[in-house]
């Protein structure tokens, strides 16, 4: 059993490449158990690719890549099956399969993965719906008839359906207007709280980032540097300069100032 001082998720050495493209060279990466730790890096850094390669879906060409201490390309299909049930995850726009009820969409993980009757499934989904804030009615409903925040929040409640310890998001603020953007964080850092879980998050939303993150994982010239905002902000890079110092992120930071006692 890994002990509760192991990262939920370890990366060492991780090379990932296309051809002679290489977009990753010996990565480190520790993910703190029960943190929110933001994911950045500029365009072709392979996010993305990273965030396959943690669950999974794509094989480092070199390196480990350990989740709650298995190693995800070291064990047997039976194994790693078992792991994947452990995390959840959230595609842009909620990835939801389009000739599915919100219902059945949560419900698909339950059906691959466990032997449950029908109303017991019915009941974990409306649990899920109400843990995202979706209404009840929303079960019935198709992806296309929802708005896109309420894809988003349908997605997420897919993402919980098999109660994961990890939670992994792809941009799940992208395309949102302030209000949802900043209502949907809320949402993460409440269910944070609530489950106990640690979320890797992929983000360009710089108030996403000041408002609920821990630390901030940046990937830069092939591999990662992570540190806390504070500490990021005094960095000598020039791409975190103009990132965590530029107009947006003073922005974001003055929003999210502390008010001065007695105003």
């Known amino acids: 059993m890994p002990s509760e001082s192991e990262p939920a998720i370890a990366l060492e050495g991780v090379v990932n490449a296309f051809g002679r493209h290489v977009v990753h060279d010996r990565l480190d990466l520790a993910v703190r158990r029960g943190e929110i730790l933001g994911l950045v890096g500029g365009s072709g850094s392979g996010k993305s690719v990273l965030l396959r390669t943690i669950v999974g879906l794509r094989a480092p060409e070199a390196g480990t890549v350990r989740v709650l201490g298995t190693d995800v390309y070291g064990v047997g299909v039976r194994t790693r099956r078992a792991l994947q049930a452990r995390w959840g995850v959230l595609f842009q726009d909620g990835a939801l399969f ?29 649990v899920r719906l109400t843990l995202v804030g979706l209404p009840l009615d929303a079960a019935d409903k198709l992806p296309s008839e929802l708005s896109g925040g309420m894809r988003k929040r349908a997605g997420l409640a897919r993402a919980l359906a098999l109660d994961p310890e990890i939670l992994l998001l792809d941009e799940p603020t992208a395309g949102l207007d302030p209000i949802g953007a900043a209502g949907f964080d809320e949402l993460i850092l409440a269910l944070h709280d609530a489950l106990g879980l640690t979320v890797v998050m992929i983000t360009h939303d710089v108030d996403s980032l000041v408002r609920i993150t821990d630390r901030i994982a940046v990937l830069l010239n092939k591999r990662c540097r992570v540190a806390t905002l504070s500490e990021l902000r005094r960095a000598d890079d020039p791409w975190v300069q103009d990132y965590f110092n530029g107009p947006r992120g003073r922005a974001a930071l003055a929003d999210h100032a502390p008010t001065p006692a007695g105003e």
């Open 98 to 126: 389009s000739s599915l009820t919100v219902r059945e969409n949560i419900q698909l993980p339950m059906r691959e993965r466990l032997e449950l009757s029908q109303p017991l499934m019915d009941q974990l989904a409306a």
